[in-house]
């Protein structure tokens, strides 16, 4: 059973609308991550958290928020989507933050803001 | 600049046939190199960790090298089969105050039959 899961797998809004990206972790691990993935770009993060009511800014956290409800639930909202919010976003969970940890994605959510 | 990048973008072979990718960086620190393999519309799988200077891990058909003082790394694909068509992306990682990560772009490989 994957470890972690993301809802929507795919979602169209129109601009200015309100968007809750989910993901849930099974795998017990102390961080999550929300990346952007984007044609010419590697991934690049957004939000993270390591552990519940914990949230950290990523590198492109403009136009984001993020909420760690528990463990193994971890959320982006777009409150005011605009259509250069258009991208692929993966979830991710990791034991630890640095080391070799590494890092266990989800299948991703395709978000379409027209 | 971007701090890792791949080559080639895109590459296509017969299967069968034996591949190279590449990856440049310039990331600091340099403490780990992972390769993730990405099939389509999917999300990012690992393949293997290399750490230390001169590193080489194996897996499967899949090698990997590192080469620190280059700053260079190479994924090796023995015998590609059709599955083996996906994004490989190249990723570093620093111990530091951020323990920052860095992704490339991705080498986009279709083997073809």
């Known amino acids: 059973e994957a470890a972690v899961t993301q809802s929507p797998r795919n979602k169209v809004t129109v601009t200015g609308g309100n968007v809750t990206l989910s993901c849930r972790q099974t795998n017990s691990h102390n961080y999550m991550y929300w990346y952007r993935q984007d044609t010419g770009h590697g991934l690049r993060l957004i939000h993270y958290?390591?552990?519940?009511?914990?949230?950290q800014i990523g590198d492109v956290p403009d136009g984001y928020k993020a909420t760690r409800t528990t463990q193994e639930d971890f959320f982006l909202l777009l409150e005011l989507a605009s259509p250069s919010q258009t991208s692929l976003y993966f979830c991710a969970s990791s034991e630890d933050r640095g080391g070799y940890a590494e890092q266990f994605f989800g299948p991703g959510t395709r978000l379409t803001v027209l | 600049k971007t701090q890792v990048e791949q080559s080639p973008q895109s590459l296509v072979v017969r299967q069968g046939e034996n591949c190279v990718l590449q990856c440049n960086y310039s990331v600091t620190p340099d403490n780990h190199l992972r390769w993730f393999k990405q099939d389509t519309g999917k999300g990012l799988v690992s393949l293997t960790v290399l750490v230390h200077e001169n590193d080489k891990t194996s897996n499967g058909r899949y090698s990997a090298t590192l080469d620190k003082d280059a700053k260079h790394s190479t994924l090796h694909i023995t015998a590609t089969l059709l599955d083996d068509t996906a994004t490989y992306i190249c990723v570093v990682g620093s111990f530091s105050n951020t323990d920052k990560v860095v992704f490339g772009t991705g080498t986009r490989l279709q083997v073809s039959p």
């Open positions: 958290s390591y552990g519940a009511g914990n949230l």
